[in-house]
């Protein structure tokens, strides 16, 4: 039988190898675009994890490690990569809930838990990836366990890792674009280093050696889904914790009413699996009495605030720009924004056009979705609209609608101008369901060209790229390889522009000069009709020389 410890340090030795590996995880991506590669997120979504339990005792059991690993998992969780690990960690702990330790059918049962909550979120699924090798892997431990004798639970692992690694050999058969440039999936590779590192555990072995990390994969700005409270100082300490919730027991509402009797400040997060809580208040025991009737306490932070005032505002002048204050809804605020973006440019249109809260993030690094509530929470409306503004953000932003103590709505945008031409749409007089619909379709109808460099040697999409080339890209796929990127821009946009097309932003980002985007600019205009306008904007973003709309 595998106990809590464990499995605890199975968790820990899985974040360690898998922030080992990054880069060469990261080298499987068959994307030429410089971007949040795969074990990047993998990593960073894994080490929320380890932060979490490596704070449990070794007398925990193993369905309180499970539930401690997912709810960190699903806050921390960064790109598509990490939002389906931290489900398929959700979906384990469900299966091996309330368990003080776990044999080879809890296992087998608990992959397969798993796998069908991965399965279940993701709308589309695509064979060849991740999922494919997680759900394999359970597949696989079922048919196991029906074998007489049984396999002991590290015997199980073990096979459970040799079949998931041969499944990972099988994927580029599964999705053609990893057959041409000759590598496996990413994310099913990461699944089986992690895989790996938890077995070695389970064995008997040491924890994967932490010193061979590579430290770039953490997260050194990681911080707590409740962000930091300003203003004047009513109550004196500062209470954070996570409750593991006793499912028969546990009842988040009447912990957050007693709260806000005793204190302010007051957010109370609801999971499935655990509970975090916030609290300014002069009682702090009282508050833990009572979070003690819904279940056992872990990561509790008591903090003087009075104490560290001083000490806390300078420390906090110089993350202000990675943190947000909590603030409570509004009910006469019906509206409030949170878009996903980087560069000061583009990030001041946004706010020109009404977003409250601009999360910095983007293609090179994708917020968590910890980072992307506490912005919602700092939006104080009774409906928050979230715009990822990338793909690969998207799922990472979903899954704040039920961790938020306010009514939250994703908007798929998967470019910068998109959007920008979504919050354009907004009428804040229409009700929210008209909003939701004309903004979708204002992302959707808008045209997004982007010039951007191959971070990598590829054969992707029929190009075969050399790191370094210009990259033209129409709406997320590339069309052509310049050498130069004003010539790139403005090929690009004899192609985009159509006969109705009326109005064309063209924002230069780092490494283009104000000059070399106005010649930019005045070769578009010589080449365009009149009727079409061109507006040129220093929108300051990472990766991209140039960002491209139509309309």
């Not at 040491?206 to 409270?229: C, K, L, P, R």
């Not at 056992?296 to 906090?316: D, F, H, P, V």
């Amino acid at each position: 039988m595998i106990k809590g410890n464990t499995l605890r340090d199975a968790f820990i030795s899985a974040a360690n190898s898998m922030a080992a590996h990054r880069k060469q995880v990261d080298a499987l991506n068959v994307f030429p675009v410089p971007d949040g590669d795969t074990g990047t997120n993998l990593s960073m979504t894994m080490g929320a994890a380890k932060h979490d339990v490596s704070a449990l005792s070794d007398t925990v059991g193993a369905g309180e490690v499970a539930g401690a690993a997912a709810g960190a998992l699903l806050w921390g969780a960064r790109g598509n990569s990490g939002v389906i690990l931290s489900l398929l960690f959700r979906g384990f702990a469900k299966g091996v809930a309330g368990k003080s330790e776990i044999g080879s059918k809890d296992i087998a049962a608990a992959l397969e838990e798993g796998v069908a909550s991965a399965y279940k979120a993701v709308m589309k699924p695509t064979e060849g990836t991740m999922l494919t090798v997680a759900r394999e892997s359970a597949t696989y431990a079922t048919q196991a366990c029906d074998r007489r004798p049984m396999p002991q639970p590290a015997a199980l692992w073990e096979e459970v890792v040799i079949h998931a690694e041969k499944v990972l050999e099988t994927t580029p058969e599964l999705l053609p674009v990893l057959k041409k440039a000759g590598v496996v999936d990413a994310g099913g590779m990461g699944l089986c280093i992690m895989f790996r590192a938890m077995g070695q555990v389970f064995s008997g072995g040491e924890i994967f050696n932490e010193q061979s990390q590579d430290s770039s994969a953490t997260d050194s700005d990681e911080h707590g889904v409740i962000g930091e409270f300003e203003g004047e100082i009513t109550f004196t300490y500062c209470t954070e914790f996570i409750v593991i919730k006793d499912k028969e027991k546990a009842d988040a509402a009447a912990m957050q009413g007693y709260f806000q009797s005793i204190g302010d400040s007051v957010v109370v997060v609801d999971d499935d699996v655990i509970i975090k809580c916030h609290i300014h208040t002069d009682n702090p025991g009282d508050a833990l009495q009572k979070a003690l009737q819904s279940g056992s306490l872990t990561k509790i932070k008591i903090e003087n605030m009075r104490e560290q005032n001083q000490s806390k505002r300078g420390a906090a002048s110089k993350a202000s720009s990675a943190k947000f204050p909590y603030k409570p809804v509004d009910p006469s605020q019906e509206y409030g924004f949170v878009v996903v973006a980087a560069g000061q440019g583009v990030q001041a249109l946004f706010r020109d056009l009404g977003v409250e809260n601009v999360v910095s993030g983007g293609q090179t690094m994708n917020p968590s979705t910890d980072n992307i509530l506490e912005a919602i929470h700092a939006t104080p409306a009774k409906n928050v609209i979230v715009l990822p503004n990338n793909k690969n953000i998207i799922m990472a932003a979903e899954q704040t609608v039920r961790l938020a103590d306010r009514k939250v709505y994703v908007l798929p945008t998967k470019s910068i101008p998109q959007g920008l031409c979504a919050m354009l749409a907004f009428d804040p007089d229409a009700p929210l369901s008209e909003n939701q619909l004309n903004m979708r379709k204002a992302g959707e109808r808008v045209g997004t060209g982007l010039i951007t460099f191959a971070a990598r040697d590829s054969v992707y999409d029929g190009h075969k790229i050399k790191k370094g080339d210009i990259l033209a890209m129409e709406n997320g796929k590339i069309s052509f390889i310049e050498k130069d990127a004003n010539k790139a821009v403005l090929r690009l946009i004899r192609s985009m522009v159509k006969r109705d097309s009326s109005f064309i932003t063209l924002m230069y980002g780092e490494g283009v000069g104000e000059e070399q985007a106005k010649e930019a600019q005045r070769m578009m205009r010589n080449k365009l009709p009149d009727s079409v306008e061109v507006v040129l904007i220093d929108g300051g973003q990472p990766v991209y020389y140039y960002m491209l709309s139509v309309e």
